[in-house]
């Protein structure tokens, strides 16, 4: 089964809003990492947080894990068009085995 | 970072036909993953190739179905064997990568395969 929980499945905001998405999991990680997926393609990677890490930022991304209640945020701020398209989380069970959660759709509307 | 490209891109086959998906990365990588994303859904992993070695297949997944060819270090194939309907998904490959020490995942773009 998935190890990956995310919510909400889909998400519908204006430009320059700010948008939140979150992750559950169930088993202990290495870390969690986000990926993008633009239209059905392949995915990039965004950002990873390792389990010793509560914060990450890498640009308009700020990343939020918390080990305790096993969940992790991804915030995406003033939001662009370019935005839109998939997010999802996986976590790293172990070297290089990524599981992947079910994934939020997100639409920036202009 | 790993540049990947995908052959084809997408294709449209009929059930009980195969088709062979090829995965080619531009530097030496010592696993290849590949993936299988049904509609609307999220990724399943179904099988890790390692070159010289036979690939290593997740639950629900048969080498008979989705074999597997790993013939160097920078190439991959994935036969969808026996087509039906079930089968129309995208299929991802990926490669590792490390950031910070921590292993990450380059992937190709995808190949769109319709099962008619």
């Known amino acids: 089964s998935q190890q990956g929980e995310e919510d909400p499945q889909a998400l519908s905001i204006q430009e320059g809003e700010n948008a939140t998405m979150n992750c559950s999991y169930k088993?202990?990680?290495?870390?969690l990492q986000w990926y993008r997926q633009n239209s059905g393609r392949g995915l990039v990677h965004l950002i990873l947080?390792?389990?010793?890490?509560r914060e990450k930022h890498s640009g308009r991304l700020r990343v939020t894990l918390d080990t305790s209640k096993k969940s992790s945020s991804l915030l995406i701020t003033a939001s662009r068009a370019a935005d839109t398209a998939s997010y999802f989380c996986?976590?790293?069970?172990?070297?290089?085995?990524?599981?992947f959660g079910q994934g939020t759709r997100l639409t920036i509307n202009p | 970072s790993a540049v990947i490209s995908q052959k084809p891109s997408r294709d449209i086959c009929q059930r009980g036909t195969s088709l062979t998906i090829q995965c080619q990365v531009d530097?030496?990588?010592?696993?290849m993953f590949w993936y299988r994303q049904q509609p609307g859904q999220s990724l399943t992993l179904i099988a890790t190739?390692?070159?010289?070695?036979?690939?290593?297949?997740e639950s629900g997944f048969v080498i008979d179905k989705f074999p597997i060819s790993r013939p160097n270090l920078t190439f991959s194939t994935l036969t969808v064997s026996n087509m039906s309907p079930e089968d129309s998904s995208i299929y991802l490959c990926?490669?590792?990568?490390?950031?910070?020490?921590?292993?990450?995942?380059?992937f190709g773009p995808g190949t769109r395969l319709t099962v008619l």
């Open positions: 990926s490669v590792e990568g490390t950031s910070g020490g921590a292993y990450k995942q380059y």
């Open positions: 190739a390692n070159q010289g070695s036979e690939a290593t297949y």
């Open positions: 947080i390792r389990s010793n890490e």
């Open positions: 996986a976590t790293a069970l172990s070297a290089q085995k990524l599981v």
């Open positions: 530097s030496q990588v010592t696993m």
């Open positions: 088993t202990s990680i290495n870390n």
